[in-house]
Nanobody
Framework: QVQLVESGGGLVQAGGSLRLSCTAS????????MGWSRQAPGKPRELVAA???????NYADSVKGRFTISRDNAKNTVYLQMNSLKPEDTAVYYC?????????WGQGTQVTVSS
């Protein structure tokens, strides 16, 4: 069974940067997609960025040019580098692992951006 361990959230001022990490264990990681979604209070969860094993990426329009997703397949780890953070980026960020129609979510990490 896949387990995900997230780290890197916190409080940052607008314009600042944070880097999130998510390490997966317990499964084969070939042909998988790993990524990040976020959920702000009172809003639905939304995709932020995702990356396949072969490097295909997908970003929400709201983060393009500011966030970068990367992946270390040898470490089964996905990263989200978040630059030029805005107060509207404040949310709980969840790591997600997807493979063969199975989705696994991390426990979430809080990102708070102060104005």
């Amino acid at each position: 069974q896949v387990q995900l361990v997230e780290s890197g959230g916190g409080l940052v001022q607008a314009g600042g940067s944070l880097r999130l990490s998510c390490t997966a264990s317990g499964s084969t990681f070939s042909f998988s997609v790993m990524g990040w979604s976020r959920q702000a209070p009172g809003k639905p969860r939304e995709l932020v960025a995702a990356m396949s094993t072969i490097g295909t990426t997908n970003y929400a329009d709201s983060v393009k040019g500011r966030f970068t997703i990367s992946r270390d397949n040898a470490k089964n780890t996905v990263y989200l580098q978040m630059n030029s953070l805005k107060p509207e980026d404040t949310a709980v960020y969840y790591c997600k692992f997807s493979r063969r129609s199975v989705d696994v979510w991390g426990q979430g990490t809080q990102v708070t951006v102060s104005s």
